[in-house]
């Protein structure tokens, strides 16, 4: 077996997490196991791998998947059955599928094509997978906003810790640094949290998430009163102080997009504001592989308004992007494969490129036909959320927590273009909002029974005898509500 770098502390903890995921699903209901084995284990086990004989890389993403679905056949074996594959899944069944093809076209064989296929599915489609039996209903999707909202919430001391001492906690942890620590010195001093995540910029998305999520759960009256006898929404606001002070622009900007797009949808009640997220992708992969655009006027921009070392390095990903552009077009639909093959070396042989945005590293290696199959695999379940729920409904209880994970799928895919920060959780998302656009479609309601039962007594459309048989709506309250 292959070892990860790092001390005792890794290996105890990838391997011990599976027991901690099957200890949470003994004692808890199901989708609360499964939603904090999800947030927990992403939040906190380390950035390592074991090279697993004849198995895929042993990973936190893997660990955590493995633990959900061992728990499940144990604890919770009928959500197996329950699940039925829908056309809706293609997409993302064929975009963990595009690297087989990639490798057979470049004569990397069968094998390599299916060691790579294994990997983007254990990285996409296992978390998807899980959602799709677990995170079915408007309550299970609550369940895990609230859960990622917490655990941003609990990622506070750690930032703070972080943002003073500088990114030290997983090397104090597990013995190495897992990035680059120069990549988080910011600009005029100070440092960018990574606490136990892969880089600062996927801290900051997390960070950035869990105040989207508190603020309009909060704005729809569905985000509790207090959390541990404080008051919520002096965590929230703390939260967004320590989010604020991580500096990462880019990150805070997307939030103040995907609050103005949910708040304003709501109030024109259309989807026009995300239909425009969802096709700033499109056009920005048709404009810079046409040649179109070069990104020259966006980094004046910049220098202008903000300051010249961004614009500078905003230029600097341009001009990369225009070198591996041209080695993707001239590869096949499938691109080039892996092994670096994509790649723009000079004439001794030296890599001279940098690819930043997952959008150009999969153009590169799985070519035009891995890119689409990447962009709908995760904009797919937005469109349908669009077609299908009314935004005038977005601020709803039912409707709030999947109105979110929503607007955060069609932010995240805009974040990939410059940005190449996978987190799984958010495949939860993409899972979990097909799992309930599958229901309306089918006419079925994408609440679970308990919660329309209640719903429908709260109303006082039915009265019921009090009797010893029957109980009242309060008694019924109490079952139903975890």
């Not at 506070?156 to 942890?173: G, N």
């Not at 006419?443 to 019921?464: C, D, M, N, W």
């Amino acid at each position: 077996m292959g070892s990860a770098p790092g001390n005792i502390m890794v290996p105890v903890a990838m391997f011990g997490w599976i027991p901690i995921v099957l200890i949470l699903f003994s004692r808890l209901k199901a989708r609360t196991a499964a939603s904090v084995a999800f947030v927990a284990g992403w939040m906190f086990l380390p950035v390592a791998a074991f090279n697993l004989p004849a198995l895929p890389d042993y990973t936190k993403t893997t660990a955590t998947c493995v633990g959900i679905l061992l728990g499940a056949w144990i604890f919770d074996k009928q959500r197996f059955s329950e699940f039925r594959f829908s056309p809706a899944d293609l997409p993302m069944l064929a975009w963990c599928t595009a690297p087989f093809f990639s490798s057979v076209f470049n004569d990397l064989g069968p094998y390599d094509g299916l060691s790579q296929t294994m990997y983007q599915s254990i990285t996409w489609g296992l978390p998807y997978y899980v959602a799709r039996i677990y995170f079915t209903d408007t309550g299970a999707m609550k369940t895990l906003a609230l859960a990622i909202f917490i655990g941003s919430i609990v990622y506070i001391p750690f930032c703070w810790f972080e943002l003073i001492m500088s990114p030290q906690l997983h090397r104090m942890t597990y013995g190495f640094h897992q990035h680059n620590f120069l990549q988080t010195l910011r600009d005029g001093g100070g440092f960018r949290p990574m606490v136990y995540m892969d880089h600062g910029l996927m801290t900051s998305m997390w960070m950035v998430l869990g105040v989207f999520l508190g603020t309009w759960l909060l704005y729809a009256g569905e985000l509790p009163r207090k959390i541990l006898s404080v008051p919520t929404r002096y965590l929230l606001m703390f939260l967004a102080f320590t989010t604020i002070m991580m500096q990462s622009v880019g990150a805070l900007v997307l939030l103040v997009i995907g609050l103005l797009v949910i708040y304003l949808s709501t109030r024109i009640r259309k989807p026009v504001l995300l239909a425009v997220l969802i096709a700033i992708p499109h056009l920005y992969v048709v404009t810079r592989t046409t040649g179109y655009w070069d990104g020259t006027n966006l980094s004046g921009f910049v220098a202008e308004k903000f300051s010249a070392d961004r614009a500078q390095s905003l230029q600097f990903r341009f001009d990369n992007e225009t070198i591996l552009i041209d080695k993707a077009m001239q590869g096949t639909i499938f691109g080039w494969g892996g092994y670096g093959r994509s790649r723009v070396y000079d004439d001794k042989g030296r890599d001279i490129s940098i690819a930043d945005g997952l959008w150009i590293i999969t153009l590169g290696q799985n070519g035009i036909y891995g890119l689409m199959t990447l962009i709908i695999a995760i904009q797919i379940p937005i469109m349908l959320f669009i077609m299908r729920i009314r935004a005038d409904n977005w601020k709803n209880s039912d409707w709030a927590a999947p109105a979110v994970m929503a607007v955060f799928l069609a932010i995240y895919m805009i974040d990939n273009l410059l940005n190449a920060m996978i987190n799984p959780v958010y495949m939860l998302f993409s899972g979990g909002l097909i799992s309930m656009m599958i229901k309306q479609k089918l006419g079925a309601p994408a609440v679970s029974p308990a919660e329309t039962a209640l719903s429908v007594l709260k109303k006082g459309e039915i009265q019921l005898p009090r009797t010893r048989f029957i109980p009242s709506p309060g008694a019924a309250q109490s079952r139903f509500i975890n």
